[in-house]
Each structure stands twice: as C-alpha cells, then as structure tokens.
C-alpha cells in the first residue's frame, strides 16, 4: 500500500518590509551619505544628505523554497556613508604649532677678535685642568709602586760602634744584603793606604772608600756573583771568596780572582757625636 505525499501551497508575505516609496525598511542602516559639496562648493562634506549623483539600485525577486514556499529577497546597493577624499594641510599661512627659533643677535661677540680671544681662553683652561688631572693620576699610580711603610721602617739601619772593638768585623742586615763594619787597626789603614792604585783592578784610593780612616763600610756581597765573601782570609789579609777565588784587601778592593769591581760602599753617615753609624 503506497501513500501520495500531500502538498499545500502557502501564499506567505514577503520577509522584508518596504516603504511607501519601495525602500526596503531597515531600522539600523542609515541610507543617508554626506552631500557631495556643500552650498558654498568647497567640498568639506559639511551635514548628512543623500546623494542625487549616485542613484541607489534595488533588486526584488520572488522564489521558491521547498521547506519555507515562496520567498521575496530584496537586495539593495547603499552608496558608503564616509567621504573618501583626503585633504592637506595648508602651507599658505605660518602653522600655529610650529617652533619658534630665538633670535640669538644679542649674544654674538661685538668684533673677532674678542670672539678669538675668548676661545685661546677656554682652550688654554682645558688644557691646564686636564694636564692637573694628568699630573694627579699618575702620582697616585707611581705612589702604589713605592715602598711599603715595613720596608721603609728598615731603610735606616743604626749600629752602636761602641760594641765593636777594633780589628773585628760585625755583619748586619740591610734591605735584605749583609753589610760589613770594619773597625780596622792603624797598621791596617797604613797598609791599605800603601798600595799603588794603577795597578789594581778597579782604581780606588783607600780614602775614597771611608769617611772615618778606622771604619770600613762594605755590602758583603761578592762582585762576581753575588756570593759572601768570609773576613779577615785571603791573600791579601781582608777578604774571600771560596766559590770562585776572589780575593779582596783590606780596603775591600779586588785583587785576585774573578770579581771584576770593589766590593759596594753603601751610603752611610755617623751621628754629632760619632757613636752611632747610621746606615741608609
């Protein structure tokens, strides 16, 4: 057993309302585009109007739907609302917000040469202040390159001469050398004194060597290389060198061996009263 289908045709409104004139009704579309030119022809778009050059086009058509019958689409073609020509800015009159460059006449120099003058000035003290800045650094650096205050502490050494008795050596410590003190006899004195200074090895008279003729002052530090030489030995009654031979008087002057040069006479001095040797 077969069953028809049953089909009713509905004659439904039209989806869209028009207005009397046939505009299609639309609450929230604004038909209206700015007027083409203004009352005074200048184009500013001034106020809403439509537009009489551009005519709107409007299309209806009735269809046929199997699920809803017939349909009435209405399709309408706005002009934009918006006014899409550009505008410039005027350059015919000063703009109001443009910068305004002070007139500096006041302060230029009345003649060149004082202008001159006064850059020789400002140069010259730039170069004063940055030879001051010189001069400040590099004493600070040269300062951090001294000597430490424990090592200048022991720069001066002082010895009593009265604990020395004559015809004996005494070595002490100075700046990390030994030093030789000599309280020399006068047979001594007249020995050294006696000797021909051309033909030693390093010319130098016995006087030269000692401010006080009974006092002799030596660093005890070899001339060859750098050993210790041991007193009162030697060939020649003062010094010697057992590393390498070198023999010294009693002046402590080279006579024998290697050593090319005289044994050093540090820098010293004797008090007011001649009791104390300062050495440094």
Known sequence: MSYAPL??????????RTLANGVPFAPRLSLNVRAAADAHGHGHGHGVASRADIPSTRISSISRSQSAGLVSRTSVNVVPTVNLSQRFIHSSVAARDAPQVP????????????NRAMSYFMVGSLGVLTASVAKSTLTEFLGTMSASADVL??????VELGTIPEGKNVIIKWRGKPVFIRHRTPDEIEEARQVNVASLRDPETDEARTKKPEWLVMLGVCTHLGCVPIGESGDYG?????????????????RKGPAPTNLEIPEYSFDE???????G
């Open 7 to 16: 089909r009713t045709a509905v004659n439904l409104p039209t989806t869209t």
């Open 153 to 158: 502490a022991l720069a001066k050494v002082e």
């Open 273 to 279: 009263d001649g009791e104390k040797l300062i050495i």
């Open 238 to 254: 003062g010094w010697f060198c057992p590393c390498h031979g070198s023999h010294y008087d009693i002046s402590g002057r080279a």
């Open 103 to 114: 007139d500096f006449t006041p302060y230029q120099a009345k003649s060149e040469t004082a």
